[in-house]
């Protein structure tokens, strides 16, 4: 039962803590995806997409973030794919958490935490120039994250 149990949750070899976020940030993920599959004909859950958005961006880097500190407990190719997923929510995070751009603590924040357009892909924020899809950036984490194997994990 114990292997089993690893083999169907392998980030419980790395944190119990780090698997429950990830089962939440994979509900919540599945929710708001679910919220945009009938846009734009259907546009009256546009706030509790943002909102819920928001907080997952928030949670999701923080597991990223955790993760990325102890990357030496994970497989080289699990470990550049866990910096990559950082750095991309990062560009997502600054705004939503500090209210200023990744790297550049001088520029005011205006408009860019407001999306720019809708679709079947969620809400579309450009902050600098690039487009995050709240459901493609979803969709991607949790790809990302369920790809891991119990085997990708050191003790």
């Known amino acids: 039962p114990v292997q089993?149990?690893?083999?169907?949750?392998?980030?419980?070899?790395?944190?119990?803590?780090?698997?429950?976020?990830?089962h939440a940030l994979n509900d919540v993920g599945k929710e708001i995806v679910g919220l945009c599959a009938d846009w734009p004909d259907d546009m009256t859950n546009h706030h509790r997409v943002y909102n819920l958005f928001w907080l997952w961006v928030l949670g999701a880097y923080e597991v990223v973030r955790t993760m990325d500190q102890h990357r030496s407990r994970f497989s080289p190719h699990v470990a550049d794919m866990i910096g990559t997923q950082k750095r991309y929510l990062a560009g997502l995070r600054m705004p939503f958490a500090k209210q200023e751009f990744k790297g550049d603590k001088k520029i005011p924040?205006?408009?860019?935490?407001?999306y720019v357009s809708v679709g079947v892909d969620g809400l579309c924020f450009e902050i600098s120039g690039k487009e995050y899809w709240s459901g493609l950036v979803i969709k991607d984490f949790l790809a990302d994250m369920t790809s891991i194997k119990a085997e990708d994990i050191q003790d």
Not at 109 to 114: C, G
């Open 109 to 114: 924040i205006y408009a860019e935490n407001s």
């Open 4 to 22: 089993r149990t690893l083999e169907t949750n392998p980030l419980l070899r790395f944190s119990l803590y780090t698997d429950v976020q990830l």
